[in-house]
């Protein structure tokens, strides 16, 4: 049975940092390419990075780029989204998915499996 589980979500303040945690159990982490989504209220969902199965090629929205860093360790079946410099507009749900023999896209089509999504919020 294949699980993605996000941990690592809370309240910060603005500038601060938060470290989060997807992992994965039921396949091989190796094959999947792992993406972060966000989805805020009464906004749709968005790709905020990507990590691609193999070469590890990462992408990032323009939104983050210079303040989030996505990471994996396969040995652990865990991927990571370090995210810095936080901002109000960065609260959301974060979910992680993945994609078979995924190349990376951060557009959510063909990411099969889903986390149940961590929250995140960035407030004074």
């Known amino acids: 049975q294949v699980q993605l589980v996000e941990s690592g979500g809370g309240l910060v303040q603005p500038g601060g940092s938060l470290r989060l945690s997807c992992v994965v159990s039921?396949?091989?982490?190796?094959?999947?390419?792992i993406g972060w989504f966000r989805q805020a209220p009464g906004k749709e969902r968005e790709g905020v990075s990507c990590?691609?199965?193999?070469?590890?090629?990462?992408y990032y929205a323009d939104s983050v780029k210079g303040r989030f860093t996505i990471s994996r360790d396969n040995a652990k079946s865990t991927v990571y989204l370090q995210m810095n410099s936080l901002k109000p507009e960065d609260t959301a749900v974060y979910y992680c998915?993945?994609?078979?023999?995924?190349?990376?896209?951060?557009?959510?089509?063909?990411?099969?499996?889903w986390g149940q999504g961590t929250q995140v919020t960035v407030s004074s």
């Open positions: 039921g396949f091989t982490l190796d094959y999947y390419a």
């Open positions: 998915a993945a994609d078979l023999y995924g190349a990376g896209d951060l557009n959510e089509e063909g990411y099969e499996d």
């Open positions: 990590i691609s199965n193999s070469d590890g090629i990462t």
